[in-house]
C-alpha cells in the first residue's frame, strides 16, 4: 500500500532556531501533500496543501514566513518552523495521496516538536 | 461549511463490539473516511467508503453510511485490547479536483478493558 515516512518522530530544539521536517512518499508519486498541526487532545488542522513545482498554498491564520513549505520532488515535501518558539511545539503530520484520481490520503507517523 | 461531529469518548469490553457514530453536514462528500491514531503516532486509514455505498466490510470493520441522515458508523466486531485508539471520521469534497482536502472530526477515544 501507499507508504508516507515523515523525518525526524520527534526533535526538541532551543528558541530561535529553526527546525526542518520531511515527508517522502515512499512508493507513489505525489504532486500535492498536506501539512497538519495537532494539538493535545485535538483534531487536525490543516495548514498548508504542498504543490509540487509551485508556491504552497496556506490555510488562513497559518503565517507562511514562519512555516516555510517546499515541494521540490513529486516524492518529497519539507517543512521548515523557523525561529521556532515554544508556542510552536506541536505534532505536526504530513499526508499525500498518490496521483490517481481520488485515492485516500495517507499519513505519516508525524514530528513531535518541542521548542525550548 | 464542513463539519464533522463525533462522540469523543467510548468505552466496551473486550470481545464485545464498538460502533463509533459520526455525522457530517456537507451532501456533496465524494469520500468518508476512518482513521485509527495510537499514542504518539500518525494517522492509520482504516477504511474508507464512496459516498454512493451504503455499506463496506473489511474484515472486523463495517461501515455503515446514511446519505438522507448525512450519518456514518464505524462497527468494530470483536473488539481487542489493541483496537484502544483514537478513531477519526473525516469528509473529503472534490470541487473540480482530483484530490480534495479532508475536514476532520475530533475524534472519539475508544477504550477497551479486558
Known amino acids: 500500500g501507499a507508504v508516507v515516512s515523515q523525518h525526524p518522530s520527534w526533535v526538541i530544539c532551543k528558541s530561535g532556531t529553526s527546525v526542518k521536517i520531511e515527508c517522502r512518499s515512499l512508493d507513489f508519486q505525489a504532486t500535492t501533500m498536506f501539512w497538519y498541526r495537532q494539538f493535545p487532545k485535538q483534531s487536525l488542522m490543516l495548514m498548508a496543501t504542498?504543490?509540487?513545482?509551485?508556491?504552497?498554498?496556506?490555510e488562513q491564520g497559518v503565517e507562511k514566513d514562519k512555516f516555510l513549505i517546499n515541494h521540490a520532488s513529486l516524492t518529497l515535501s519539507t517543512l521548515t518552523v523557523t525561529s521556532a518558539h515554544p508556542e510552536d511545539s506541536s505534532f505536526y503530520i504530513c499526508?499525500?495521496?498518490?496521483?490517481?484520481?481520488?485515492?485516500?490520503?495517507?499519513f505519516g507517523n508525524g514530528t513531535r516538536l518541542t521548542v525550548t | 461549511g464542513e463539519d464533522v461531529e463525533q462522540s469523543l469518548f467510548l468505552s466496551v469490553r473486550e470481545g464485545d463490539s464498538s460502533v463509533i457514530n459520526c455525522t457530517y453536514t456537507d451532501s456533496s462528500s465524494t469520500y468518508l473516511y476512518w482513521y485509527k491514531q495510537e499514542p504518539g503516532a500518525g494517522l492509520q486509514l482504516l477504511t474508507y467508503i464512496f459516498s454512493n455505498m451504503d455499506m463496506k466490510q473489511d474484515q472486523r470493520l463495517t461501515v455503515l453510511l446514511n446519505k438522507k441522515d448525512k450519518h456514518l458508523s464505524l462497527r468494530i466486531a470483536d473488539t481487542q485490547t489493541g483496537d484502544s485508539a483514537i478513531y477519526f471520521c473525516a469528509e473529503s469534497i472534490y470541487r473540480g479536483s482530483t484530490l480534495g482536502r479532508l475536514y476532520f472530526g475530533r475524534g472519539t477515544q475508544l477504550t477497551v478493558w479486558p
Open positions: 504542498s504543490n509540487e513545482g509551485s508556491k504552497a498554498t496556506y
Open positions: 499526508s499525500a495521496a498518490p496521483d490517481r484520481e481520488r485515492s485516500p490520503l495517507h
